[in-house]
């Protein structure tokens, strides 16, 4: 009974996703720009993001050199009542239900490492989430950003230390977000990780 019990939750998370989500921007793709000095970096370059499927309701954030129909349509949704300026959901039209799909940055090993994985699933558009932060999204001239402190209490000071991109768990290359707290000469960059910028490329 494991499946339905899913499904079930799934469809509650769901209902309160489709009562808050409201769309207001323009739709974009994000396409990753190489930070400077990466000169054995290029393949990360130009890679468009897209969902992969990992569970009912669940993706990982992967990136593909083609825009395709499964590249990931973007778009930015107001926090109702925020206190923080310019704080989004950022959601995603996948093409494939009525719903958005939100993007979260993922607590999996608890704020503690050094860069961690993003998750689009389901039922987004709340401000808690099991997974993860679901807010704090805003676009400037460099792309999408991200801070910490909305919806994360606990969190005196901004961790986002920007966009990683590696090849790790997937076949594709798979989105990540550093933690600026280990922005330190000593910590190592994988060979199979670029930093990179990801800039919205309106449709
Ligand atoms: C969001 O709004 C844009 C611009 O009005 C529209 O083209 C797009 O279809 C909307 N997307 C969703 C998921 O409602
Ligand atoms: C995407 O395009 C492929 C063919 O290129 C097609 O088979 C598939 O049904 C399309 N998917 C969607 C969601 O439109
Ligand atoms: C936002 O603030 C208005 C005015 O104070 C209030 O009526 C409304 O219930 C609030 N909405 C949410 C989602 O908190
Ligand atoms: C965009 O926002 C990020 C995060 O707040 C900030 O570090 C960066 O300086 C901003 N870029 C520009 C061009 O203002």
Redesign the pocket.
Known sequence: MQFPTTLLALSALIATAVSQSVNTSQEYNLKTCLKPNQPDKRRFENLYLYAYHTGAGENDAVFDAALTNVSAKGFLSPVTNSTVPDNNFQEFDLGTQPYPWTMIMADSVNFYAAWQPVRINAGGGSTSSDYGIETGF?I???GL?W?SSPGNAGTAQ?E?GGWLVCNWWHEGPQLFFRNIYYDTPELFTPCSCADVYLIPEYL
Do not use: H
Request: no cysteine; glycine share 0%; net charge negative.
């Open positions: 805003f400037n001239t460099t950003q801070t901004d986002f």
